[in-house]
């Protein structure tokens, strides 16, 4: 597909074409001034723009769905305005969802646009036949029927990778690990692999490796390291962001608010001219001290004002931040720009709209009009479940701060990743020979049906690795044969669908390094030794720090997986993430020591003569 020349730098805005900015900072701060001691801070606005009044806490004149089932237009290009939403009733004073949405939502989430020569995306389902590849005649017949079959398969977005973050936290802090949070293929892609440089014209790169698997006879491991187009801050779109920010009591434990305000801080430093800005925070109630600002044009320092003055206080209402956010970022819709709303949080909610699947329905809605969720999760007992939702339903970037490094690198020089994308509502699928038939799938979903598997969206500055294992009919791959990958996507900035297809001959295929194959394979393995470590019974009493788990059987297979990990580590060079892989694995099982058995004492040692009334009658 021809494709434009993505190299050089968006064109620059006409500032006057953006709202004027508002400041609210008196009213947001000024409640809590006595509680917090922030009577210093200024409360004055700038810009000169009056924005939308707020009342109580709650958006005044805020818009958000009403259940119809308009949509933001899809094919529209970026110099198109955004219709406004469906206003709210009157009699409804507050952004919040109601339940009757659900069906629209889901509805709208299964819409794409037209386009001349674009694939039908709108197609439900496949028979058996156009699944597969028909088998050739001079391969031997078996009884398995999914030979040579063309399978859709996803890792999830490429920016979820909370899981890797939270089991790590968990592994340092000798925490407790349930077993739900080890999610394999975030933990996979949180590692890096090699990639093949992305082609001009293209959005994605395929590098393929395929090698033997020499625990099971006629089985091959096929690694397909996806990367997605690079992107930089100089060529980047410009970004409408709505900072949706907990500072709920919650957010004082564990220096949780010292984290998000550090990386709010350090994301200011990742924004460029042209950038616009919305924070949006909440407790029980919810306030907006910064509506509008654009970098370039609007006094820096009012925006690290507003940042320096977060204080945690109040109750956590999830729902009515994220839906206040959402109205927020709707109403101020730029199509030049990369819509995105940023929820940082604990998750803790404990008033309002509690029920998971209701408040994740605001993110599948606004999916549908093209604004984008980044969940950014903080503390070690935030809900996961919550934002998992949230992201899952908004098919949105997912991450959790459990360091200051981590910090640093999401909000740092990886906060494009957080905001950008290169593609979306993507669908990857592989097309296999008829001499191969997916055995193992080491991702999240995988089907020969394509409403089977949730479309993705990919960030930019993102990889991921599809690791299976194939079943070669006749124990051994046919080097003739051919394996192709398909990539069905939109374009971000034009609506535009488009297809890149990319073919392999297995015989070059395993010519190949096959490194990426070696160091998935010793990952998976730390992960499903992991996950059996998770899933055994807690000790009695245990705590936190090293040797305070006694677990006799659990130190000996750690030493078992201690030794199968050093063994697959030999074939992967001096790997550093490697090393991490097996400091992880150490440092989990250095929370175990063995039963301390009594030691019988050695008696053979001269001894002194003894009391009468010590010794037996019949020595005496």
Same mark, same amino acid.
């Given at each position: ?13 006409n ?43 709650? #958006? ?12 933001r ?22 952004p $919040? ?28 389902? +496949? ?8 088998a ?17 398969l996803s ?11 939270? $089991? ?8 407790p ?23 001009d ?21 096929l ?23 907990d ?45 509008n ?6 006094d ?56 998971e ?13 093209r ?6 999760g ?11 939702? &949230? ?7 997912? #991450? ?6 981590? $910090? ?26 008829a ?70 001959? &297995?015989?070059?295929?395993?010519e ?39 677990? +006799? ?19 992967t ?19 175990? +020591? ?16 003894g ?8 020595v005496?």
């Open positions: 597909v021809a494709r434009k020349n993505r190299s050089v730098s968006p064109p620059k805005l500032y006057r074409d953006l709202p004027a900015l508002t400041m609210r900072m008196g009213e947001c701060f000024g409640r809590y001034e006595e509680d917090a001691k922030l009577a210093g801070i200024s409360t004055g606005g700038g810009g000169g723009g009056s924005g939308s009044g707020y009342g109580g806490g709650m #958006v005044a004149g805020s818009t958000a769905p009403s259940g119809a089932k308009s949509k237009a899809s094919s529209a290009k970026p110099s198109t305005p955004a219709p406004p939403a469906p206003a709210m009733p009157s009699s409804m004073p507050t $919040v969802l109601s339940a009757d949405m659900s069906a629209p939502s889901m509805e709208m989430a299964q819409e794409a646009p037209a386009s001349s020569g674009a694939p039908d995306r709108e197609e439900k389902s +496949e028979s058996k036949e156009d699944a597969q590849i028909a050739d005649d001079d391969l031997p017949a078996d009884e398995y029927e999914d030979w040579g079959a063309a399978i859709y890792n999830d977005d490429s920016m979820s990778l909370s899981s890797a973050q939270r $089991v790590m936290f968990a592994i340092d802090s000798f925490l690990l349930p077993v739900e949070h080890i999610r394999p293929h975030e933990l996979l892609n949180y590692f890096s692999f090699d990639t093949a440089e992305v082609e014209g293209h959005d994605f790169s395929i590098l393929p490796a395929v090698e033997r698997d020499p625990r099971q006879e006629g089985v091959y491991s690694a397909l390291s996806v990367s997605g187009r690079p992107v930089t801050k100089q060529t980047r779109r410009n970004a409408a962001v709505t900072f949706v920010i500072r709920s009591g919650s957010m004082s434990d564990e220096g949780r608010m010292e984290y998000l305000k550090r990386g709010l801080r350090k994301s200011v430093s990742e924004l460029k001219d042209g950038d616009m800005v919305h924070l949006v925070l909440f407790d029980h109630e919810v306030c907006t001290p910064v509506e600002f654009v970098v370039g044009r609007d820096m320092a009012q925006l690290k004002q507003a940042i320096d003055a977060l204080e945690p206080m109040g109750a956590t209402d999830v729902h009515l931040g994220l839906s206040t956010g959402y109205a927020l970022a709707d109403r101020s819709y730029q199509g030049h720009h990369s819509n995105r709303v940023v929820l940082i949080t604990d998750a803790l909610t404990n008033t309002g709209e509690t029920d699947g209701m408040i994740a329905m605001i993110s599948r809605y606004y999916d549908t009009r604004i984008r969720l980044s969940g950014v903080v503390g070690r007992d935030f809900n996961d479940s919550l934002l998992d939702s &949230l992201t899952e339903a908004g098919k949105g970037a997912y #991450v959790f701060l459990g360091s200051e490094a981590e $910090v640093d690198a999401v909000f740092g020089g990886r906060f494009i990743s957080l905001i950008e994308t290169v593609a979306m509502d993507v669908h990857f699928r592989l097309h296999l020979p001499s191969l038939r997916m055995n193992v799938f080491y991702g999240e979903e995988s089907s020969v049906y394509k409403e089977d598997v949730q479309a993705i969206h990919y960030f930019a500055n993102t990889s991921q690795l599809f690791l299976s294992d194939l079943v070669a009919r006749g124990g051994a791959i046919r080097p003739q044969d051919d394996i192709m990958v398909t990539i069905e996507y939109e374009d971000p900035e034009t609506a535009d669908e488009l297809v890149e297809e990319y073919a392999f001959r &297995l015989g070059e295929v395993m190949i390094d096959p490194y990426n194959v070696r160091k998935a394979r010793l990952v998976m393995t730390f992960i499903d030794m992991l996950a059996v470590m998770a899933a055994r019974d807690y000790p009695q009493s245990y705590g936190y720090s090293a040797g305070s788990w006694v677990d +006799e059987e659990a130190y000996y297979l750690c030493e078992e997986g201690k030794g199968e990990l050093a063994k697959q580590a030999e074939s060079g001096d790997d550093p993430e490697v090393r991490r892989v097996l400091q992880l694995w150490e440092k989990y099982c250095s929370r175990y +020591e063995l039963v301390r058995r009594p030691v019988k004492r050695d008696t053979l040692h001269k001894r002194t003569p009391w009468p009334g010590a010794t037996p009658e019949t005496r």
